[in-house]
């Protein structure tokens, strides 16, 4: 090395092998980094998204069987069909769902610990359910305990694990979407040097020769200018809609899910309230333990309604909270007629008020259930379309710089080589 550079060839020798090796391994990083980023924000669209959707889900379903169940024990011995029915569909759906994320889960993971904890107490409280209904049936006052012991592992145990799975599973996607939107910084640093290089060398060329272009050097410049800015222009437009995928989606996702789930719950405290008639107290001893946990549920509810509000960004997104606003608060009003009714001795009114066709809290949930329902897909749609499009961004990047990488190299090579000819 040392005898070669004391010679104009020799050193154009190392300079073209110099120049060479840092188009490589620009075009190499470049294609490791963003394959690496491009994969994370195929998992966040294809993988941890619809997982963390899943497992809410799965909470939601939970929620809703609980709830669909107190309704029909309210109605009598002759559960509604449609009560029963949508019970059954959401008891299927959890345990579909659950199955699902077995699948795509490691059992000695977090969520792998709280999918078997799921799939080992819904059976359990399936069957006490069953024993509510057969003693609702034959009018044996047995049934209203059995309700509320099912109520109560819903509480203490299922809904619990339905809520670390989908903590555990929204963090994964917190996750990957990090990852996808990490800068390459050694990527840029090398395309800066490797441009750095190529000017230096061109320039070189330039005082020594006094000729303007070298073409290989040129097109070596070019290709790895090509490169950089691609990889400029693609990452940042990709972290751009990954960031909005994150901030007007999944965010306005997450609060909806517990908006959702806080009505569902509120729901089914509501209705416990007359099943168990004043039978189950607060720890203290001095209020109507489901009728606290109602004002609690629909305190938060109103809550994350407000946040979602907030988050929307567009009227397709505020219209449907707005709607749930609403709702709530003309479930309120209903339900403390309902409870007055209920104190005043006329339970027959008060149980009419509450699962009524008509003019009930039942409408009113609803009424709020449904309006949820529209944001949550709206906001599903919104985080779906810029996350695809923020993997679209990255798509090509990865074969293009390793392409064109090669390209500059032989280019390079090509055009050193073409000066070194002139000593032959």
Known sequence: MRAAATTEPGRLQIIGAVLALLVVAFGAVTAFEIADRAAAADDVVSRSQPLSADAADIYRSLADADTAAASGFLAGAQEPRDVHDRYDKDIKEASRLLVKAAANTDASTSSGHEITTLNEELPRYAGLIERARANNRQGLPLGGAYLRYANQKMTDVLLP?????????????????????????????????????????????????????????????????????????????????LLDADVHGQQSLDVLNHARIDSLKARA?????????????????????????????????????????????????????????????????????????????????ALKQIIGPRDSTGESFNRVDEALKQALAHEQGEFTRAAKDGRGALGGLPIGAAALAALGALAAIVGVNRRLSEYR
Do not use: C
């Open 269 to 349: 405290n509501e209705n416990l309230t007359l099943v168990a008639r004043g039978a189950v107290l607060t720890p203290d001893g001095k209020n109507d333990k489901y009728e606290t946990d109602y004002n609690t549920g629909m305190k938060a509810l109103g809550e994350e309604l407000g946040k979602a509000r907030k988050l929307a960004d567009d009227s397709r997104g505020s219209g449907p909270v707005a709607n749930a606003i609403n709702g709530v608060s003309e479930w309120q009003g209903r339900h403390r007629t309902a409870r007055t009714t209920d104190d005043n001795g006329d339970y027959e009114g």
């Open 161 to 241: 694990a339905a809520e670390r799975l989908y903590t555990a599973e929204t963090g994964r996607l917190d996750r990957d979407n990090d990852s996808a939107r990490a800068w390459p910084f050694l990527s840029l640093g090398l395309g800066v040097v490797a441009l750095a290089a190529l000017f230096w060398a061109q320039r070189r060329n330039y005082r020594r020769t006094n000729r303007v272009f070298n073409h290989g050097l040129l097109v070596a410049t070019a290709a790895s200018a090509v490169v950089l800015l691609w990889l400029a222009v693609g990452h940042t437009v990709a972290r751009s809609e």
